[in-house]
């Protein structure tokens, strides 16, 4: 089963209604809507997450539906992994 | 006080001849300080010390060996090019990274290459594009790309009162959070001397280049109070994105932070080389300064609308130091 983590060193900060993301491994600097930072807040980096997982911890933080957020960040997950912020992972089994 | 500022003569480059200039660049070398860089110049370029004595006129002149930062060497090009359209080249630690220019054009190559060389190195600052000026010991960064206008803006807030602290490089210390002049001469470029020339002429402006890749070009000497205070730092203030428009009003339009922090980061000549560090910072000054887009076409009323504003920027400055130190008024 594939997973996602989060890149090492990946640093965020807010800026105005957007926020800012570096990573320390590319080196690269992206701006961030507010599902996408979610996403980087609810990963960790020792730890692969499937996105039915994700989507579950952030439904349970906001007091929303996890099918309706697998949704909304379906389109999140393409930009953060070209961008460097988040890596494919396998999830070991259970 | 700098040790070395301690040590200066009091003879500025406008006291002494042209001959001591020249001798200097032919033999050990004019030292330059520009406060964050000491620049050493050498070299037998045709007209450079006349040029040199225009521009930097208020700095202190120094031609006895001395540790420098950057060595700057304009030669005239050797071989037939000493006759036949001659030319100078740029050289520094044995390497010429441009093609020579025409002879006539040795100070703007000088500036080119020091401002390259500066842009380069020193990465203890987060070097960002912009012109920078100080009021009530704060900054007002100008971040801007070629031809909006930033270098005709600092001019003429150098020429009001506002201390020049530079036309290229707005150079954050990364350990004390503020700004270090890196003092060099305004260089202006086609309708912009004749704006300056306009709008102040008593503006001490320098020989004009008519025939640089930039096109017409003259260099404004920074005034000797901002020479005397190049080393001084000044706390971040508020952040201008200029645009020259000729023929609209002024609009000083606010801006906010996701779209400032681009416009810093973007622009600085080493944000990718200071990694996490460069992030940190320029995301500190997008979250905190006061940003503005300043359309102009009138510098008078320009000055005017960025001085009305100026009071509330010194003391919401003051006051976000004052809460992250726990004591106020401290200089940088």
Same mark, same amino acid.
């Given at each position: 089963?594939?997973?996602?983590?989060?890149?090492?060193?990946?640093?965020?900060?807010?800026? $105005?209604?957007?926020?800012?993301?570096?990573?320390?491994?590319?080196?690269?600097?992206?701006?961030?809507?507010?599902?996408?930072?979610?996403?980087?807040?609810?990963?960790?980096?020792?730890?692969?997450?499937?996105?039915?997982?994700?989507?579950?911890?952030?439904?349970? /933080?906001? $007091?929303?539906?996890?099918?309706?957020?697998?949704?909304?960040?379906?389109?999140?997950?393409?930009?953060?992994?070209?961008?460097?912020?988040?890596?494919?992972?396998?999830?070991?089994?259970? | 006080?700098?040790?070395?500022?301690?040590?200066?003569?009091?003879?500025?480059?406008?006291?002494?001849?042209?001959?001591?200039?020249?001798?200097?660049?032919? =033999?050990?070398?004019?030292?330059?300080?520009?406060?964050?860089?000491?620049?050493? +110049?050498?070299? /037998?370029?045709?007209?450079?010390?006349?040029?040199?004595?225009?521009?930097?006129?208020?700095?202190?002149?120094?031609?006895?060996?001395? #540790?420098?930062?950057?060595?700057?060497?304009?030669?005239?090009?050797?071989?037939?090019?000493? #006759?036949?359209?001659?030319?100078?080249?740029?050289?520094?630690?044995?390497?010429?990274? *441009? /093609? !020579?220019?025409?002879? @006539?054009?040795?100070?703007?190559?000088?500036?080119?290459?020091?401002?390259?060389?500066? =842009?380069?190195?020193?990465?203890?600052?987060?070097?960002?594009?912009?012109?920078?000026?100080?009021?009530?010991?704060?900054?007002?960064?100008?971040?801007?790309?070629?031809?909006?206008?930033?270098?005709?803006?600092?001019?003429?807030?150098?020429?009001?009162?506002?201390?020049?602290?530079?036309?290229? *490089? =707005?150079?954050?210390?990364?350990?004390?959070?503020?700004?270090? !002049? &890196?003092?060099?001469?305004?260089?202006?470029?086609?309708?912009?001397?004749?704006?300056?020339?306009?709008?102040?002429?008593?503006?001490?402006?320098?020989?004009?280049?008519?025939?640089?890749?930039?096109?017409? +070009?003259?260099?404004?000497?920074?005034?000797?109070?901002?020479?005397?205070?190049?080393?001084?730092?000044?706390?971040?203030?508020?952040? &201008?994105?200029?645009? #020259?428009?000729?023929? $609209? $009003?002024?609009?000083?339009? !606010?801006?906010?932070?996701?779209? &400032?922090?681009?416009?810093?980061? *973007?622009?600085?000549?080493?944000?990718?080389?200071?990694?996490?560090?460069?992030?940190?910072?320029?995301?500190?000054?997008?979250?905190?300064?006061?940003?503005?887009?300043?359309?102009?076409? @009138?510098?008078? /009323?320009?000055?005017?609308?960025?001085?009305?504003?100026?009071?509330?920027?010194?003391?919401?400055?003051?006051?976000?130091?004052?809460?992250?130190?726990?004591?106020?008024?401290?200089?940088?």
């Amino acid at each position: 089963m594939t997973g996602f983590v989060l890149a090492p060193g990946v640093l965020t900060a807010p800026l $105005g209604t957007g926020w800012a993301a570096y990573s320390a491994v590319s080196g690269e600097t992206h701006l961030l809507n507010d599902e996408s930072l979610a996403v980087l807040e609810a990963l960790h980096s020792d730890e692969p997450t499937t996105v039915a997982e994700l989507c579950s911890r952030l439904a349970a /933080d906001h $007091g929303v539906e996890a099918m309706a957020l697998a949704t909304t960040l379906q389109d999140c997950w393409r930009p953060l992994l070209e961008a460097g912020l988040v890596r494919h992972c396998a999830v070991p089994l259970a | 006080m700098n040790p070395v500022a301690a040590l200066e003569p009091m003879r500025a480059l406008s006291q002494v001849g042209t001959a001591a200039i020249q001798q200097a660049l032919l =033999g050990p070398g004019l030292l330059l300080d520009v406060g964050l860089a000491i620049l050493r +110049v050498q070299g /037998d370029a045709p007209g450079l010390a006349q040029q040199l004595h225009a521009v930097y006129r208020n700095f202190p002149f120094r031609a006895a060996p001395g #540790w420098a930062d950057v060595h700057l060497h304009i030669h005239r090009r050797r071989g037939l090019r000493r #006759w036949v359209r001659p030319q100078v080249v740029f050289r520094c630690d044995s390497e010429e990274p *441009f /093609d !020579p220019f025409p002879a @006539d054009t040795a100070l703007p190559l000088m500036e080119w290459g020091a401002n390259y060389l500066i =842009g380069r190195r020193f990465n203890d600052s987060l070097l960002f594009h912009a012109g920078v000026v100080e009021r009530d010991g704060h900054a007002l960064l100008m971040p801007a790309l070629p031809g909006s206008g930033k270098s005709t803006l600092t001019a003429a807030l150098s020429l009001r009162g506002w201390r020049m602290l530079s036309d290229e *490089f =707005g150079a954050l210390d990364l350990q004390r959070g503020s700004f270090r !002049p &890196v003092l060099k001469p305004v260089a202006l470029k086609n309708t912009s001397i004749d704006v300056i020339r306009a709008f102040a002429p008593e503006a001490e402006l320098g020989p004009e280049f008519p025939r640089t890749r930039k096109g017409r +070009v003259a260099h404004l000497a920074p005034s000797a109070p901002a020479v005397a205070a190049r080393q001084n730092h000044a706390w971040p203030g508020a952040v &201008v994105l200029p645009r #020259w428009r000729p023929d $609209g $009003g002024t609009r000083l339009e !606010p801006v906010p932070p996701q779209l &400032v922090f681009p416009t810093l980061a *973007f622009n600085a000549f080493n944000y990718a080389v200071l990694g996490a560090e460069g992030f940190r910072a320029a995301v500190s000054l997008a979250q905190t300064c006061p940003t503005w887009q300043l359309e102009y076409s @009138d510098l008078h /009323d320009a000055i005017t609308h960025l001085e009305r504003e100026w009071p509330a920027v010194v003391l919401q400055a003051t006051a976000r130091r004052a809460a992250d130190s726990g004591h106020e008024g401290a200089m940088p």
